[in-house]
């Protein structure tokens, strides 16, 4: 069973940057795809960034060269570097893992980032 703990959403104002941490239970395996998702009010869940085998990541056309995700494997942490935040950008932010060996999806409990002046 893998845990994921979200941290780092906030206020910030538009133009501004945050950092999202999602910790990893029992580390970061080389069959894990590791993402970020958001969800504002009313909407659907939508793909923001991935990582997968350490280094090969996508993202959204929406955050693309905002947007960073990366992997510290020694802290067993995904990270979600958001840099010139948009009001759209407002949504509650979800850590997803994907374990291609079993084919399990798991999800955490989501942080707030709220962009706004």
């Known amino acids: 069973q893998v845990q994921l703990v979200e941290s780092g959403g906030g206020l910030v104002q538009p133009g501004g940057s945050l950092r999202l941490s999602c910790r990893v239970s029992?580390?970061?395996?080389?069959?894990?795809?590791v993402g970020w998702y958001r969800q504002a009010p009313g909407k659907e869940r939508d793909f923001v960034a991935e990582?997968?085998?350490?280094?090969?990541?996508t993202y959204a056309d929406s955050v693309k060269g905002r947007f960073t995700i990366s992997s510290d494997n020694a802290l067993n942490t995904i990270i979600l570097q958001m840099t010139e935040l948009r009001p759209e950008d407002t949504a509650v932010y979800y850590c997803?893992?994907?374990?291609?060996?079993?084919?399990?999806?798991?999800w955490g409990q989501g942080t707030q980032v709220t962009v706004s002046s």
């Open positions: 029992g580390g970061i395996r080389s069959y894990y795809q």
């Open positions: 997803g893992l994907f374990n291609f060996m079993t084919r399990i999806q798991y």
């Open positions: 990582i997968r085998g350490g280094d090969s990541t």
